[in-house]
């Protein structure tokens, strides 16, 4: 499995008349930025690196990449902002209508998900997804939502069907019939999640050679613990 992983930096600092001292901070910040802005790990089935990784951010990707993580032996803690459920914008809501007698379920951002009409090959990145999504269908998490009643309507009341549009046609459209929200829960299954948690702070502090080391985690005051990989799977909102 691949992943890759974006770390913080500090904040820029604006330009100031302290004799250059923002300047040189802003230096130093873009240049950790270059060394540290995006990397991509590349891990074998039989990889188990030491040390534990904090997965900041729990909607799908968050939830996928700590799920493979796992299955690679390693030790993973995902920090979520949700105060009801991990999931992100992957959510559900239900209203009630009538004085309570009536409830309405709506779904937040993620009205269906696709997937192909035929497998991915083995080695492709996409045959774990493919695989818990024929899962999620086994277990009834997900269903095949009627490309028919799916589509673009167009000015004049033009209806035109999702199935119908493309050639070859378009992947299927799975939905939830609990909710969108059953599909994170199913992939948050025996994962460690810590939440309501905001990652406000995050510090690499390098060992005494300068290689390595380890990243300490701020909620707000509140200092989390030290990871040695920092995983950033949010969107920085």
């Not at 913080?8 to 004799?19: E, F, L, N």
């Not at 493919?130 to 009834?140: C, I, S």
């Not at 493309?166 to 059953?182: I, Y």
């Not at 025996?190 to 985690?217: E, Q, Y």
Request: aromatic share 6%; glycine share 10%.
């Amino acid at each position: 499995a691949s992943t890759t992983a974006a770390f913080i930096t500090s904040r820029i600092m604006p330009r100031t008349g302290a004799g250059g001292a923002a300047d040189k901070a802003l230096h130093a910040r873009l240049q950790l930025q270059q060394k540290h802005s995006r990397t991509t790990t590349v891990m074998s089935a039989s990889a188990s690196p030491d040390g534990r990784v904090a997965v900041i951010g729990a909607g799908i990707s968050g939830l996928a990449c700590a799920r493979e993580l796992k299955a690679q032996g390693m030790d993973v803690l995902l920090f979520d902002t949700g105060r009801l459920a991990p999931g992100g914008r992957c959510s559900s809501k239900t209203v009630a209508t009538d004085g309570g007698k009536t409830k309405i379920l709506f779904d937040h951002s993620a009205q269906f998900l696709s997937a192909p009409l035929s497998p991915s090959p083995p080695s492709s990145p996409s045959a774990t997804w493919e695989q818990w999504v024929q899962d999620m269908e086994a277990q009834g998490v997900l269903c095949e939502w009627d490309s028919q009643r799916i589509g673009t309507l167009k000015k004049g009341g033009k209806f035109t069907p999702r199935a119908s549009t493309t050639t070859p046609p378009q992947p299927r459209a799975l939905v939830s019939p609990q909710g969108m929200r059953a599909i994170p829960t199913y992939l948050a299954q025996g994962l460690h999640i810590d939440r309501p948690k905001w990652v406000s702070k995050a510090k690499h502090i390098p060992n005494s050679d300068g290689a390595g080391g380890v990243w300490d985690l701020w909620h707000y005051q509140e200092q989390l613990d030290a990871f040695e990989y920092l995983i950033i799977a949010h969107n920085g909102k």
